[in-house]
């Protein structure tokens, strides 16, 4: 059913980033079909969930190269999916994904954006690093 259901929506499906495997809980989608699956069903729940959106914009196009400040940012995300384990994290790559970026309306990378109960709860760049970041979450979780 797996492969089938793989070849139907574009094959790739999630996967989890890089990283130590015993503490990384980021997936990442590679199909917009199978995020917009995964989407819909956290979206009704009460579950908090994260999105990293990385790439990097140049003209008002996303070119196909990842950015420092994303490549910066992810050992944080990847703690964060290991210490907050009722929040689920996906990463996405506006490259591979720009319908997903346009619907979020991400302008600049990275964008982190916390949604829960269907609604973004917090957009914003990560700039102000990985303590604020981490206080938002815990801000929004409960």
Known sequence: MGGVLSSVLGGGGEEAVAGNESENRVMKFSSSARWQLHFNEIKESSKLFGVLTCGRKAGGDFS?????????????????????????????DVDELPDVAKEFNVTGMPTFVLVKNGKERLKGSLEQGKDELEKKVLKHRA
Not at 65 to 92: N, Q, Y
């Open 64 to 92: 196909a190269s990842w950015c420092g400040p994303c490549r910066m940012i992810e050992p944080a995300f990847i703690a964060m999916s290991a210490k907050f384990t009722d929040v689920e994290f996906v990463k996405l």
